[in-house]
């Protein structure tokens, strides 16, 4: 955990006692290090993959039994509960009748899980008459390993929509799916929930998805790659643009990187891992790269076998991002739906290091996103977060810096953090969401914690040596 640390309660010199104006300068010190320093998970020792990274400023619920016990979650807020390996838990959402609600929940085994390939997460929303809205699943696929897992739930209200439309009470239900049967499922799973909400069109006619769309193999992107640390959760996923980047990666560890797609733009990717240096056999699903949308909605997947020889995975055509994509069969194309950053999910199976070792692995990342940006739709009021269905200018700059919202879940350099945007108050943890005036208050202070506990108490020593020094002065002019 991190350290609280602090001034003294006072000092003595040169017959000399502080007065209370500088206990207070030393307490604001001491102040300054514990905001600097919050409390973070304890660090991961060599060859351990980094765990999942929380918001920082995710908003602690419990999930409720009972739909009568349920908590409100608030668009444009993300919130951490716990998930049992039994029975479900539900959240309340209070919708009115034009907005579209979009909830996904991020599920994060504990350590030393097992889990099997029909283990995994139901999300779904429900009206407060039972009808379901919509449900969502994922599960953790054949790697053979524990990692974070999202799905997500809707409530849609536009032209082609049929049921929940009404304004009212509303339940967000999250549940194990096949629970028990691998025998893993003791013990809770945390949980990060992530809800916005969209506002309706000016005007929707559209009732069909985008006719004809190129969907030939994109050409790979070539050149030189450039280093780019993933992040540990979609919180500090690593800001990415069009190019060839590289990084590492131990099994069982997930990388997160996330990519600004404009309205009219197609998004292509591929993941490559290099050879080993030693080991021998094979591993049937090692390498596993998802791909997530602007409200952590899955979108696709692509996965690859190892034998110690380089092995790539790709993504399969994506249409370009339409708001009218919603209205297409299956989510390999409906949840291109929105302008905003997308995100690539990377997990190394943790049986890579039974045949091949801890590693790390080097990974390389080819990234296209082609097209001219076409204008937003026409949107009846803000989206919450604001602006997460859009690309700015600041957006791109972040992409091609490569901030991002943690230290680098790959060992990387901490990273410059992701560019805060308005969302009417919401929040500002990281992920381009936005924030009060008080989170810009509090960032700034731990920015400036960024100079290391020592040097604060450093300056606040400095500081009080000089106002001591000053004092004695004014009393012998006296």
């Known amino acids: 955990m991190g350290r609280r640390t602090g001034a003294g309660r006072g000092a003595r010199g040169h017959g000399w006692t502080p007065g209370r104006g500088t206990v207070t300068l030393c307490a604001a010190a001491a102040l300054a290090t514990i905001v600097a320093h919050p409390v973070r998970a304890a ?63 991020t599920a994060v085994p504990g350590a030393g899980a097992r889990v099997s390939s029909a283990d995994g997460l139901k999300v779904s929303v429900q009206d407060a008459g039972g009808t379901t809205c919509s449900t969502g699943t994922a599960h953790f696929g054949p790697t053979g390993s524990p990692h974070p897992i999202a799905a997500w739930a809707s409530r849609e209200t536009g ?37 916005v909400s969209e506002p309706a069109l000016d005007r929707d006619d559209a009732t069909t998805p985008p006719g004809s769309w190129d969907s030939a193999t994109p050409e790979a992107v070539l050149g030189d790659a450039t280093r780019r640390a993933g992040g540990a959760g979609f919180a500090g996923a690593s800001a990415l643009g069009q190019g060839v980047w590289q990084d590492t990666v131990r099994p069982g560890q997930t990388l997160f990187y996330k990519v600004p797609v404009d309205w009219g733009q197609q998004l292509s990717a591929t993941v490559e891992m290099g050879s080993s240096t030693g080991g021998d056999g094979f591993v049937g699903t090692a390498l596993a790269m998802s791909l997530y949308n602007p409200v952590r909605a899955h ?46 999910a990377v997990h190394l199976g943790a049986p890579v290091a039974d045949r091949f070792g801890e590693g790390p692995f080097g990974l390389t990342l080819r990234v296209r996103v082609s097209g001219t940006p076409v204008s937003a739709p026409a949107y009846l009021g803000r989206a919450a977060p604001r602006d997460v269905f859009g690309v700015t200018a600041g957006d791109r700059e972040e992409a091609a810096a490569g901030a991002t919202g943690d230290a680098g879940a790959s060992g990387g350099e901490p990273g410059a953090g992701a560019t805060a945007r308005e969302d009417g ?46 004092r004695a002065r004014d009393r012998w002019a006296g």
């Open 43 to 105: 660090p991961v020792t060599e060859g351990t993959p980094t765990p999942y990274a929380f918001a920082e400023d995710d908003t602690r619920v419990e999930g409720a039994t009972v739909t009568t016990d349920a908590v409100r979650l608030d668009p444009g807020h993300t919130y951490r509960s716990a998930l049992p390996g039994t029975d479900r838990r539900y959240y309340r959402l209070e919708l009115d009748s034009s907005a579209n609600a979009y909830v996904s929940a």
């Open 159 to 195: 032209a082609g929509t049929y049921g929940c439309k009404g304004a009212g009470v509303y339940y967000v239900v999250v549940e194990r799916r096949a629970p028990g049967s691998s025998g893993s499922t003791s013990g809770d799973w945390d949980l990060e929930l992530d809800y």
């Open 425 to 470: 108050g919401a929040r500002g943890d990281g992920s381009g969401r936005g924030g009060t005036e008080q989170d810009t208050g509090t960032m700034r202070l731990v920015a400036a914690g960024g100079i290391g506990t020592g040097s604060v108490l450093v300056l606040g020593l400095v500081l009080w040596t000089a106002i001591a020094r000053r």
């Open 299 to 344: 979108v696709d997947d692509a996965d690859a076998g190892y034998n110690g020889a380089q092995t790539s995975a790709a993504l399969a055509p994506l249409p370009a991002v339409d708001h009218a994509n919603r209205r297409a069969p299956g989510d390999r194309i409906s949840a291109m739906r929105f302008a905003g950053w997308y995100y690539l």
